[in-house]
């Protein structure tokens, strides 16, 4: 968890080629093999694919490589709700509905006669 924050931590002020070099640098320091990032800010989207699909390998990390990764989206989630819990803006006793009303549901299509 704390690479993905240093990664964001480096990637944000950046162009694409320093972001590029700062990624590089930092695969090397944290003996990361490869690995592939995509930046997004406004409209714009940037994609990395740097090192190698395993380490000590000659093979590129590209657009088509799969990683065995876990996802970290529930692990980001529950952090963001912590630190809000932590700040007083979420109650976790509190239903979530009270939050965030339930979106209409789209009206049902009406048979064909």
């Known amino acids: 968890m704390k690479l993905l924050y240093l990664l964001l931590l480096v990637l944000l ?10 990624l590089e640098t930092l695969l090397r320091q ?3 093999a ?3 990032l995509i930046h997004t800010k406004g409209s714009n989207a940037t994609a990395y694919y740097l090192g190698q699909r395993r380490q000590g390998t ?7 490589t799969v990683f065995q990764a876990a996802s970290l989206g529930k692990v980001v989630l529950a952090y963001l709700a912590l630190r809000l819990h932590d700040q007083g803006r979420l109650d976790l006793d ?3 509905l009270r939050y965030a ?6 009206t049902p299509a009406a048979p064909a006669a």
């Open 13 to 22: 002020p950046l162009t694409a080629p320093a972001q590029r070099a700062a």
């Open 30 to 32: 944290k003996n990361v």
């Open 34 to 36: 490869g690995l592939q």
């Open 58 to 64: 000659a093979g590129a990390v590209d657009a088509e």
């Open 94 to 96: 509190r239903p979530l």
């Open 101 to 106: 009303p339930t979106p209409a549901s789209p």
